[in-house]
């Protein structure tokens, strides 16, 4: 009795976490498909939500971050980024390795066709290095997206305070350009 009692239990347990996972997945699914009046759409490439980290006014370097999708036939690639806010902008990509978060410069973000990059804390981002002005929370700043073959587009990111960076810049981080 007991013991049908616990296969019971575990049994709904793993229904339960069958339907959270679907809903999961449900909800991928919409949200890789769905795109808000004010997100960024010029012919294949769509941008999303794309925010910018707000710092202190004496730091060097902020980051912005962004989905972008490939709606087009083809493969393509985020190739370069630039924006007034900063003097040096680069793409960059964080990783941990063997406990530390480090980050590295890459040439370009893959953006494969029918599929999307996601660019966010911990992984892919535009670094923008040498800031021109302050980061002030709720006003945006304009960025220009080059990619290998769709034509650029230039897009308005918000500022905004994001989550603590993991580790700290020049501590636990480490800039292998
Ligand atoms: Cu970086």
Excluded: C
Aim: cysteine-free; hydrophobic content about 40%.
């Amino acid at each position: 009795m007991n013991n049908i009692n616990q296969f019971e239990k575990s049994l709904s347990k793993a229904i339960l976490m069958i339907v959270a996972l679907l809903g999961l997945l449900l909800t991928a699914v919409t949200t890789g498909n769905t795109f808000a009046s004010e997100d960024t759409h010029m012919g294949e490439i769509h941008v999303m939500d794309a925010w910018v980290r707000a710092v202190p006014g004496n730091a060097p370097a902020t980051a912005a971050f962004m989905t972008i999708g490939n709606m087009g036939k083809m493969d393509d690639a985020l190739v370069k980024a630039e924006t007034s806010l900063g003097k040096r902008v680069e793409l960059h990509l964080s990783q941990m390795k063997n406990g530390m978060m480090e980050m590295n410069q890459v040439a370009e973000i893959a953006l494969p066709k029918g599929g999307h990059a996601e660019l966010k804390p911990g992984g892919y981002h535009v670094m923008i290095m040498g800031l021109t002005g302050p980061t002030k929370p709720g006003t945006e700043v304009e960025i220009k997206l080059t990619f290998r073959h769709a034509p650029p587009v230039t897009i308005k990111a918000v500022i905004k305070e994001g989550k603590p960076m993991e580790g700290k810049m020049g501590g636990g981080m480490q800039h292998n350009h």
